[in-house]
């Protein structure tokens, strides 16, 4: 069965200081992946995707993603983390048709 | 534009006790979906619809039932509610496939006593 595996359950960092959040997944075939993120009291929205293409893939608020094939992995990352990034982050990965598999999401608390 | 709405937001049943979680969308989308968040386990697929008049289970179907009428519209049963169901259930919608950007409701927090 497909699954997806974040590594990192919390996260805590200071201002200013780079985000790297693992995402590792397991499934045979052509993969969608995705980052998905809850800031508190809001809806779950859509960060970036890689569907093909160019594997570093750029999304919102200077979110960035790698899809490294041979890794299996899809991990996010920010050069520099604002205290509004404090959110939850959920990776997702198409499992088979029409499903969308998450992971067990990170929760990063940024500190000014 | 309201997206997806989703009712009630908080709910307290008794063990035994069925309900209908209530989801609706004003995109014209064709793919929905309804998703559980539990502490440590992210979100997990209960089930999903990609158009009216068709449904199919996800990765934790057992214990609920869905049905797809309308496009608009896809209320989650819960026959017999039970503690292990405790949670806050997410409804999503989204153009197309679930490739797609998935739109989100506000979430359902239950509980089970």
């Known amino acids: 069965a497909q699954s997806v595996s974040q590594h990192n359950h919390h996260v805590i960092l200071s201002e200013a200081a780079s985000l790297e959040l693992g995402c590792n997944y397991s499934?045979?075939?052509?993969?969608?992946l995705f980052w998905y993120v809850q800031y508190p009291g809001q809806h779950l929205q859509l960060l970036l995707k890689y569907f093909s293409g160019d594997p570093l893939v750029k999304g919102i608020k200077g979110f960035e993603a790698e899809f490294i094939k041979s890794k299996f992995s899809f991990n996010l990352r920010k050069p520099s983390v604002q205290w509004s990034d404090t959110a939850e982050y959920f990776c997702a990965v198409n499992g088979g048709y029409n499903k969308l598999i998450f992971g067990a999401g990170t929760r990063l608390a940024v500190h000014p | 534009n309201a997206g997806v709405t989703q009712t009630p937001k908080f709910q307290v049943l008794k063990t035994g006790q069925s309900m209908t979680l209530q989801c609706a969308q004003d995109?014209?989308?064709?793919?929905m979906s309804w998703y559980r968040q539990d502490p440590g386990m992210g979100l997990r697929l209960i089930h999903y619809s990609v158009g009216a008049g068709i449904t199919d289970q996800g990765e934790v179907p057992n214990g609920y039932n869905v049905s797809r009428s309308t496009t608009e519209d896809f209320p989650l049963r819960l026959l017999s509610a039970a503690p292990s169901q405790t949670s806050v259930y997410f409804c999503?919608?989204?153009?197309?496939?679930?490739?797609?950007?998935?739109?989100f409701g506000s979430g359902t927090q239950l509980s089970v006593l």
């Open positions: 499934y045979g075939g052509t993969v969608n």
């Open positions: 999503a919608s989204s153009q197309g496939t679930y490739n797609e950007k998935l739109f």
């Open positions: 995109m014209n989308h064709e793919y």
